[in-house]
């Protein structure tokens, strides 16, 4: 069974600009997450979606995050514009549901400079 | 809000050696994952943890919840160098069904 694919992998951007990244979850996982996690530290949920649905977006920054998952398999996160802050590892995963465990992808690295 | 404490945060022991890794979360929780991160490596699933006085094996890992402490433990047994990597508690909360994560533990076992 294939798992979590993200991509890129590694990504270095100049402050301001654009970056989106891409996850597939596992097939027929309806469940699907994107983590930010800082170096050193835990992941920190940035938004969980049901199928096609955000229903939790509490913690995303909405002023320059934003993210999709059209017909509720693939989906994209995307910064606009990028601040130094920004610099992390972006983790989506993915479930059967909020009741099961979560399976996390390889990550991308996002470095801004 | 949901507070969940590692300790220690960094590790270093021999192989061989036996130590206990604890998890404390601050409010009521019905399950408790542990997961483990190699270096520039993804979060790979070790155990969830259902009820109170819940145990897990696996290898040389052993997972414990004690829900009316509020405590998980991971205890490693006769450790050994595969065993190196940053282990982290995951508690569910109930409210939201949100993952609240601990900082991690930074395991190093030297040969």
């Known amino acids: 069974e294939a798992g979590v694919v993200q991509s890129p992998r590694y990504k270095i951007i100049e402050k301001k600009q654009p970056v989106a990244f891409w996850c597939n979850p596992i097939?027929?996982?309806?469940?699907l997450y994107w983590y930010r996690q800082n170096l050193g530290q835990g992941p920190e949920l940035l938004i969980r979606?049901?199928?096609?649905?955000?229903?939790?977006d509490s913690q995303l920054p909405k002023d320059r995050f934003s993210a999709e998952r059209l017909k509720g398999v693939d989906s994209t996160l995307k910064i606009q514009p990028a601040e130094l802050g920004d610099s992390a590892v972006y983790l989506c995963?993915?479930?059967?549901?909020?009741?099961?465990?979560?399976?996390f992808g390889p990550g991308t690295r996002l470095t801004v400079t | 809000e949901l507070k969940v404490e590692q300790n220690p945060l960094f590790l270093s022991m021999q192989e061989e050696k036996n130590y206990t890794i604890y998890c404390n979360y601050s409010?009521?929780?019905?399950?408790l994952y542990w997961y483990r991160q190699d270096p520039g490596k993804s979060l790979e699933s070790l155990f969830v943890?259902?009820?109170n006085g819940a145990v897990k094996q696996e290898g040389r890992l052993m997972a414990s919840l004690d829900t009316k402490a509020r405590l998980s433990t991971l205890h490693i047994t006769a450790a050994v160098h595969d065993l190196s990597a940053t282990y982290f508690c995951?508690?569910?909360?109930?409210?939201?069904?949100?993952?609240?994560w601990g900082a991690g533990t930074k395991l190093i076992i030297k040969p």
């Open positions: 995951a508690v569910h909360m109930d409210s939201n069904y949100q993952l609240i």
């Open positions: 409010t009521t929780s019905d399950r």
């Open positions: 943890l259902l009820s």
């Open positions: 097939s027929g996982h309806n469940t």
């Open positions: 979606y049901e199928n096609e649905e955000a229903v939790d």
């Open positions: 995963a993915s479930g059967w549901g909020v009741a099961y465990e979560q399976y």
